[in-house]
């Protein structure tokens, strides 16, 4: 099995200037081909077309061979307490406990009944630290098994746990500054207003219509501005 | 379409995304755990916005995932926000 990290969906600007903490958000096993297997299916998907019983059957035989394969990894996960993996664990009353770990899978959504995409997401009422903390045991696990799933990879796809209230009062800062001023930003021209409780965007001469700006864009374009400036 | 032109496309349709959250969070008849809800999606959005303007979200992965679904499809209006 390949394990590979996925640091997409974090932001490390945010990161390094202190307004987050890197957090796991979730591990998910998909689907792995090699080069070669690649080249073999798209050889057979040309020869036969990919509209071909032959072609549904031999995607039916992948699905089928790669299911098994995570199921065998999952097998890995039994100390776990996961939840939404059967139907023990499927109950209000076992969400609202402490569990390790949220299955998804698209069993049923792909026409099937085996899952060849299985998503195990991580405890969000927990601490970032007790996340990380058991990605590594979990990881720890993975890659000393001995099980054989070639065709799986796991993908650790991490993301970035903000400090809320950092983020709010530099955007509010920014937001007072700005007031009143007309501004470019992402490439309009327009005003920054504070709007109930969000930050929006008006482009100019505009009198009902603004976008709604997110704090962390916020301050990633007065940062952008305020080098432009200096430079 | 362009990578530009479904970087656009998203944006915008995260922007309506949020927009009909916001409405949704702030309206009077809805319950609170319905307004939760709703602020939860707004301010999950506003992450994926944030994140989706960062040229390190092109990842190889990702770069294979937009080749596969719209590099080669000119349906703006098939890109949804997610």
Known sequence: MIISEDYSYTNPQLIRMGYATLDIHSLIFDRYFTEEEMQQNREYAERYGTNSSEWAERCDRSTTEIAKQIDEVLCLFAKYDIHQISADTSSMEHYRSNWDLYYYSNRGWNGKDMADHVTLSFNKNRTVEENMALLAEIVEMLNHSNVDAPNVKCRVQYQTHKNEEKIKAEADAICERLQGQTINHSGITGKIKRLNDCWTFWKLRAKNHYYYIDPVSLIFENIKRDEKETA | ?82
Request: contains cysteine; glycine residues 0%.
């Open chain 2, 1 to 82: 379409m362009t990578r530009e032109q479904f970087k656009e496309a998203r944006s915008k349709a995260a922007y309506r995304y949020m927009s009909i959250a916001f409405t949704e969070s702030k309206d009077e008849q809805a319950t609170k755990r319905q307004k939760a809800n709703a602020t939860r999606r707004f301010n999950k959005c506003a992450d994926l916005v944030s994140v989706w303007d960062l040229e390190t979200f092109w990842t190889a992965d990702n770069e294979r995932a937009y080749n596969m679904l719209y590099k080669n499809s000119d349906d703006i209006s098939a890109v949804s926000a997610f």
